[in-house]
């Protein structure tokens, strides 16, 4: 062979300076035994220099070699394992977290309404004007009884479906003193029944950064065999600041905020809001409505009563057609 010819062989793929290989023109230095590299050479690596090693001979007798580039990628790979534990650890420390943390709902029902024509349009302003009860006469302050408190539900609607209206919040539909607000209904599986209740996020708020309810919406909702219907409201308190009309804002705002959790029934069971028709007020506070109370009417410019916040929902039995 010629020595032009031989220049023209392909050159050895020793590496380069990227992937760890010696620079072109530079020899690699020879180990000192070669005993030594075969004593080495079933599964580990042969040297800390030598990072292109055959880690091991595989069944087919190639040789495997690992670049540079690659350890190092593996190497960091590996060193974060550590930090992408912690965040396991909380979520599975949260997962185990006490259930005292979700509290029983104050669910409060708005006496008469179950005799209104509709619920079509119905918003905090309605309550907030009084409630009209008679033709030709002033509207009156609309009265409030915990859900719990009454006798019993319509029981007729046991295994029925209802149409389930969310109007928005009451007294006001944008208050900056909550800073989101969200209520999930379960429903059953359609596979497994009442065995597995699946969620359904109907409606939310939030005031940051800017308020922005969700508009009113409606959904048809199977209750059980003593009208069970399950609700979650899930709220968080805004941090205090100022507002450019504070006459809007209730100098003493009682606590808002926290998750709560009930169950309708249209039963008499103890310490269960009675499902019938009606508008009803979600507490987004734990004792919002545990006694009896008259709703304020507001005048112009005058205080809501803020410490009151909740979700205004009402249920309708679906007339057979």
């Given at each position: 062979?010629?020595a032009?010819s031989?220049?023209?062989?392909p050159?050895r ?6 992937d ?9 230095p020879?180990?000192r035994g070669?005993g030594?590299?075969?004593e ?7 040297g800390?220099?030598?990072?292109r090693?055959p ?11 690992l ?10 790979a ?13 979520q599975?420390?949260g ?6 943390t ?10 008469g309404?179950?005799?209104?024509r509709?619920y ?6 309605a309550?907030n004007?009084?409630?009209?009860r ?6 009156e ?8 408190s009454?006798i ?15 109007h928005g ?5 944008n208050p900056?003193t909550?800073?989101n607000?969200?209520?999930?209904v ?5 596979e497994?029944g009442r ?11 939030h ?24 609700f ?8 205090n600041q100022l507002t450019?009309?504070p ?10 905020g926290g998750r709560f ?10 310490g269960?809001?009675r499902?019938q ?5 979600l ?15 507001p005048?112009a ?7 009151l916040?909740?979700l ?10």
């Amino acid at each position: 062979m010629s020595a032009r010819s031989e220049r023209r062989q392909p050159e050895r793929d020793e590496g380069n300076d990227e992937d760890g290989g010696p620079p072109r023109g530079e020899s690699r230095p020879t180990p000192r035994g070669n005993g030594a590299r075969r004593e080495l050479s079933s599964g580990a690596l042969t040297g800390i220099d030598d990072v292109r090693a055959p880690l091991g001979n595989p069944p087919s007798g190639a040789t495997l070699r690992l670049r540079r580039r690659d350890l190092l990628f593996w190497g960091g790979a590996a060193a974060l394992l550590p930090a992408l534990a912690r965040p396991a650890r909380a979520q599975a420390a949260g997962a185990d977290a006490p259930a005292d943390t979700v509290q029983p709902m104050s669910v409060g029902f708005v006496d008469g309404s179950d005799t209104w024509r509709g619920y079509r349009g119905i918003a905090a302003g309605a309550l907030n004007r009084g409630i009209r009860r008679e033709a030709g006469r002033p509207p009156e302050a609309a009265k409030v009884v915990p859900a719990t408190s009454l006798i019993a539900g319509q029981q007729e609607l046991a295994n029925e479906l209802v149409r389930v209206r969310i109007h928005g919040l009451y007294p006001i539909p944008n208050p900056t003193t909550v800073r989101n607000a969200y209520v999930t209904v379960y429903f059953p599986s359609p596979e497994r029944g009442r065995q597995l209740m699946l969620p359904f996020t109907a409606w939310g708020y939030h005031s940051r950064p800017a308020p922005d309810p969700a508009p009113p919406t409606r959904f048809v909702a199977p209750l059980g065999a003593d009208g069970a219907l399950d609700f979650l409201l899930e709220a968080a308190a805004a941090p205090n600041q100022l507002t450019r009309r504070p006459s809007l804002l209730s100098p003493s705002v009682g606590p808002v905020g926290g998750r709560f959790a009930t169950s309708f029934t249209v039963d008499w069971f103890a310490g269960r809001p009675r499902l019938q028709r009606g508008v009803y007020l979600l507490g987004l506070a734990p004792d919002t409505w545990s006694s009896e109370r008259e709703l304020p009417m507001p005048r112009a410019g005058q205080a809501r009563p803020v410490e009151l916040l909740s979700l205004m929902v009402s249920f309708e039995p679906i007339e057979p057609r």
